[in-house]
């Protein structure tokens, strides 16, 4: 069974930065699409960018140049660094996995994740950017 673990959230100043890690247990993130979301109480959730088994990544407009996803294929884990962060930028942070082919779709219009495309979720981990 296929789990993810998110970590490495908190709090941080504007301008600031921080690494968010998905580790994933039960299989291996080379057989799998991430894709990597936030939401805020109240709203919907939101893709932030994804990257494929063959490290090809597209990213939602707002974080452009200043998120990256990488993988470190020893460890198992899939990481979201986060630079340059804004106040709009907190969020509850998820990560996903999808075992198909689904999320290939947005990753060649170079838009953000869609999130019918994953099936196994993280449980979340909160950043908090104060101005």
């Known amino acids: 069974q296929v789990q993810l673990v998110e970590s490495g959230g908190g709090s941080v100043q504007a301008g600031g930065s921080l690494r968010l890690s998905c580790e994933m247990s039960g299989s291996t993130w080379n057989e799998y699409c991430v894709g990597w979301f936030r939401q805020i109480p109240g709203k919907e959730r939101e893709g932030v960018g994804s990257m494929n088994r063959y490290s090809s990544r597209s990213y939602a407009d707002s974080v452009k140049g200043r998120f990256t996803i990488s993988k470190d294929n020893a460890k198992n884990i899939v990481y979201l660094q986060m630079n340059t962060l804004k106040p709009a930028d907190t969020a509850m942070y998820y990560c996903?996995?999808?075992?198909?082919?689904?999320?290939?779709?947005?990753?060649?219009?170079?838009?953000?994740?869609?999130?019918?495309?994953?099936?196994?979720w993280g449980q979340g981990t909160q950043v908090t950017v104060s101005s």
């Open positions: 996903a996995a999808d075992p198909g082919t689904r999320c290939e779709l947005s990753i060649r219009l170079d838009g953000p994740p869609r999130d019918t495309d994953y099936n196994y």
